[in-house]
């Protein structure tokens, strides 16, 4: 059996919706579901240094100070990312969080779907943006998918990957 075939079956799925102010995020194999503010609490001076303290609503609940900063990396006008880095953050912790907080979690296959700032299609540096920062966060395979909800039941990782690249 290959490594790639290993992890395949001791890892899962994750389902995971963004909007400017809201982060949702389904195991779809376990079925622990994260819906929270897309915040996340960075503590340090600064950003080469900084580390996730809470994310969330134990984000919002830090108050901020000179050490603590409170970021919505997803709050921008134009586009569906104001800050990658603190976005990816806000992501590995959200996945490691639904993750069942494992020392060694398995990479999971997520399929990444941005909720707002649509309007005329996401461009190929969104959709790379979107996919970068999953890889990133720690996926083992990553696909962006615009088309309507997904209910948990609907989910297959290969067939809607398939769909993406047709």
């Known amino acids: 059996m290959t490594l790639n075939a290993l992890q395949k079956l001791f890892s899962s ?3 995971i919706q963004i909007w400017t102010d ?5 195991d779809i194999d376990s079925g622990l579901t994260f819906d929270e503010p897309a915040l996340v609490a960075l503590k340090g001076e600064n950003e080469s240094k900084q580390l996730c303290e809470a994310i969330g609503y134990a ?5 901020q100070s000179d050490t603590l ?3 919505s990396p997803f709050n921008h006008p134009r586009i569906l990312c104001a800050d990658f880095h603190q976005a990816e953050t806000l992501v590995k912790a959200v996945i490691r969080k639904i993750s069942g907080n494992k020392l060694l979690p398995p990479a999971p296959a997520v399929i990444v779907q941005p909720m707002e700032r649509l309007e005329g299609g996401l461009t190929t540096v969104e959709t790379r943006l979107f996919h970068e920062m999953m890889l990133g966060a720690g996926a083992r395979d990553a696909v962006v998918y615009t088309g309507q909800e997904l209910l948990p039941a609907e989910i297959d990782f290969a067939r809607i990957k398939a769909s993406q690249n047709d």
């Open 59 to 63: 984000a919002q609940a830090h108050e």
């Open 22 to 26: 809201r982060i949702k995020a389904v």
């Open 13 to 15: 799925t994750v389902y």
């Open 69 to 71: 900063s409170l970021l």
